[in-house]
T-cell receptor, first 116, second 113 residues
Framework: AQSVAQPEDQVNVAEGNPLTVKCTYS??????LFWYVQYPNRGLQFLLK??????LVKGSYGFEAEFNKSQTSFHLKKPSALVSDSALYFC??????????????FGAGTTVTVRA | DSGVTQTPKHLITATGQRVTLRCSPR?????VYWYQQSLDQGLQFLIQ???????AKGNILERFSAQQFPDLHSELNLSSLELGDSALYFC????????????FGPGTRLLVL
């Protein structure tokens, strides 16, 4: 079984401050990890993913995430948040050992609000 | 724009009715996934097709069915609709089925009255 936890329903930061959105996961084998962002009345937009290799992954719009196997975490970060980063963020995981089951399991989502 | 298209954008119908949601994957993508997003259940995987064949099933009700056609577009059929089926239905596509990123369409918002 695979699952994702996003421990914070909401994250509030001031524009220009660092932004962190937390994610922990559980899989049987090695994880494939993804971050998506959803703006109001829009679909999910892909931000970045970790498959293998360097633990620090850089993605779209200045976002990055760090894979930590010992802590089973994949936190999303941005050094300097913008008001336009205000949105709903989802972490997702897929177990690499799955044979036919290639679904993504999503966390509940974290609402990020960046105040001017 | 992800390149995945979904129609219609909005759908309002009554309980007991049947609706069909349509998805066209990105050019070159062989795999199509359907997800349901609701306030109480969050984002739930429903079903996956790869090159016309069903590959995985998630929390999909027996009243729901899907298929992927030879031109790779997919349809999700929802029948005997209930109030609780009101949700946002997303289609996603990927090139293959292993490590590839899933790209999501804009969704179809279904309201059952």
């Amino acid at each position: 079984a695979q699952s994702v936890a996003q421990p914070e329903d909401q994250v509030n930061v001031a524009e220009g401050n660092p932004l962190t959105v937390k994610c922990t996961y559980s899989v049987s084998g090695n994880p494939y990890l993804f971050w998506y962002v959803q703006y109001p009345n829009r679909g999910l937009q892909f931000l970045l993913k970790y498959i293998t290799g360097d633990n620090l992954v850089k993605g779209s719009y200045g976002f990055e995430a760090e894979f930590n196997k010992s802590q089973t975490s994949f936190h999303l970060k941005k050094p300097s948040a913008l008001v336009s980063d205000s949105a709903l963020y989802f972490c997702a995981v897929r177990d690499s050992t799955g044979s036919n089951d290639y679904k993504l399991s999503f966390g509940a989502g974290t609402t990020v609000t960046v105040r001017a | 724009d992800s390149g995945v298209t979904q129609t219609p954008k909005h759908l309002i119908t009554a309980t007991g009715q049947r609706v069909t949601l349509r998805c066209s994957p990105r050019s070159g993508d062989l795999s199509v996934y359907w997800y349901q997003q609701s306030l109480d259940q969050g984002l739930q995987f429903l079903i996956q097709y790869y090159n016309g064949e069903e590959r995985a099933k998630g929390n999909i009700l027996e009243r729901f069915s899907a298929q992927q056609f030879p031109d790779l577009h997919s349809e999700l059929n929802l029948s005997s609709l209930e109030l609780g089926d009101s949700a946002l239905y997303f289609c996603a596509s990927s090139v293959g089925i292993q490590r590839e990123t899933q790209y999501f369409g804009p969704g179809t918002r279904l309201l059952v009255l």
